[in-house]
């Protein structure tokens, strides 16, 4: 995998103490053609998801390839009803684990992952706009499921946040990975032991919702505004003595981002 992530925005780093409107107010010059939030508004999202709910080359089955095979598969891996690699690859391993998950889900059992089985899954609408738009992103240096990983992350470690703290979650993950000192892909990282609490306690397995898959976009398009930052912690709950040690470079909502 390319180690290389464009990072076209906000390259100095941006201190954000109590309202985000700077920032907010910045994104829409600083972000690419490719940007959620330069082309993306409310409306145009919502069409895009209906757009993904109704088209059926989602539809999955024997034979199909890709991203979103590949999550599949790690669901039904997770959840015991699969053993085999997770490659991607829609053989006759993985319709027999479809089978299995339906019939125990009171679908038809018919080895095809079509909208109600995408629902029971918990790959919802958002999950495919997210496909759809790597798909038509020349920024795409990750696969489907890096990024809905990411997402998840972004939602497990900061629902609740700003959405310019929610898409600096993804950018740290995103700076870890492009630096030497971590593993090199997203779940490399995400998984490192003791690297995030949401890991630890098990809220990295939440579906994530529509404003952490657009953080997670956002992020991967090029907009950092941590300008950089490896680390973040939230100075009311942080255990760690160890992480007040580093130099803090921006403080966007609850979240303290450090090199």
């Known amino acids: 995998m390319k180690k290389f992530i464009r990072r076209g925005?906000?390259?100095a780093a941006v201190l954000v103490t109590g309202t985000i409107a700077a920032v907010s107010a910045a994104v829409p010059s600083v972000l690419g053609k490719h940007g959620v939030a330069a082309g993306r508004n409310a409306s145009e999202l919502t069409a895009i998801t209906r757009v993904y709910e109704d088209r059926e080359a989602a539809v999955l089955r024997q034979g199909s390839?890709?991203?979103?095979?590949?999550?599949?598969?790690?669901r039904l891996?997770?959840?015991g009803y699969y053993s085999g690699e997770t490659d991607g690859i829609f053989g006759a391993g993985t319709r027999a684990a479809v089978i299995s998950f339906q019939k125990k889900n009171g679908l038809t059992a018919d080895g095809?992952?079509?909208?109600?089985t995408y629902k029971a899954l918990g790959m919802n609408s958002s999950y495919n706009v997210l496909v759809g738009q790597m798909q038509n992103s020349s920024s795409s240096e990750f696969t489907s499921s890096d990024l809905y990983?990411?997402?998840?992350?972004i939602y497990a470690e900061g629902r609740g946040e700003p959405y310019v703290g929610q898409?600096?979650?993804?950018?740290?993950?995103?700076?870890r990975v492009a630096s030497s000192?971590?593993?090199?892909?997203?779940?490399?990282?995400?998984?490192?032991?003791?690297a995030f609490t949401a890991v630890s306690d098990g809220q990295i397995n939440l579906a994530p919702d529509e404003t952490?898959?657009?953080?997670?976009?956002?992020?991967?398009?090029?907009?950092?505004?941590t300008g950089g930052a490896i680390y973040y912690y939230n100075p009311a709950i942080a255990t760690s003595s160890w992480i007040f040690t580093r130099q803090t470079i921006a403080v966007i909502g609850k979240h303290v981002f450090a090199i």
Do not use: C
């Open 9 to 11: 925005a906000l390259t």
């Open 65 to 74: 390839t890709g991203g979103e095979v590949k999550e599949v598969q790690r």
């Open 77 to 79: 891996k997770a959840w």
């Open 112 to 116: 095809v992952v079509g909208a109600a």
């Open 149 to 153: 990983l990411l997402a998840r992350t």
């Open 167 to 175: 898409v600096a979650i993804g950018a740290v993950v995103l700076n």
């Open 181 to 194: 000192a971590f593993p090199n892909t997203i779940s490399g990282v995400v998984y490192q032991k003791h």
């Open 212 to 225: 952490a898959m657009r953080a997670a976009q956002d992020a991967v398009n090029g907009w950092d505004p």
